[in-house]
């Protein structure tokens, strides 16, 4: 049973776009939403991370929507570049068992030149 | 500094055979982690312990063994090797609580 689902499982985006992926979970008592982002032949890296206490977090070109009683979050990424070309996972755990990461199953996004 | 550095970094197994995965970390963090990535199915927590000394079960911690040797080193052991343990496998090292998980780049498993 997933208790973090991601969609789209692939993404496609042009050089310069905006590239949106949706997550949504089911467990209420997570309280911690971090984004890893993984290149090929790599582990996963914290990208950025939000807590419910704010409903959207920027860093740069990347942003975390939160809606805490739709219980979705999302990650957009503005003006998209081809180095953002990546596999993208959402992530979910209880703030005080953060070490409890539930994953997302993961968006493989391209980006055209 | 490496961070976290796993070996080996690809191994083919038959099925029955054992093998004990290996991790270290340089920066001092205090919880360690070992996850399995199949395709579509994101990363699936196997172990963790959250401080020297402590263990603890993940989500789908069967078939695995883990020990944590020192505050640097955090091992997985496959004892019977089955196909269905193919998959490539991550550690990961965190100062704890909701820190950032540093990861390795993974030990691609196959069992035949």
């Known amino acids: 049973q997933q208790q973090v689902k991601q969609s789209p499982q692939s993404l496609i985006v042009q050089k310069g776009g905006i590239s949106i992926i949706n997550c949504a979970y089911e467990?209420?008592?997570?309280?911690?939403f971090p984004w890893y982002q993984q290149f090929p032949g790599k582990g996963p890296a914290l990208l950025i991370a939000i807590r419910p206490d704010v409903s959207e977090k920027k860093e740069g070109r990347f942003t975390i929507s939160f809606n805490k009683s739709a219980k979705q979050f999302s990650l957009h990424i503005m003006d998209s570049q081809p180095g953002d070309s990546a596999t993208y996972f959402c992530a979910a755990s209880p703030l005080r068992r953060a070490q409890k990461l539930v994953f997302g199953q993961g968006t493989r996004l391209t980006i055209n030149p | 500094n490496a961070g976290v550095t796993q070996t080996p970094k690809f191994q083919v197994l038959k099925t029955g055979q054992s093998m004990t995965l290996q991790c270290a970390q340089d920066m001092n963090h205090n919880s360690m982690y070992w996850y399995r990535q199949d395709p579509g199915m994101g990363l699936r927590l196997i172990y963790y312990?959250?401080?020297?000394?402590?263990?603890d079960k993940g989500e789908v911690p069967n078939g695995y063994n883990v020990s944590r040797l020192n505050k640097r080193e955090f091992s997985l052991r496959l004892e019977s090797a089955a196909p269905s343990q193919t998959s490539v496998y991550f550690c990961a090292s965190s100062l704890g609580g909701n820190q950032p998980q540093h990861f390795g780049d993974g030990t691609r498993l196959s069992i035949l």
């Open positions: 467990n209420t008592a997570f309280d911690y």
């Open positions: 312990s959250a401080s020297e000394g402590t263990t």
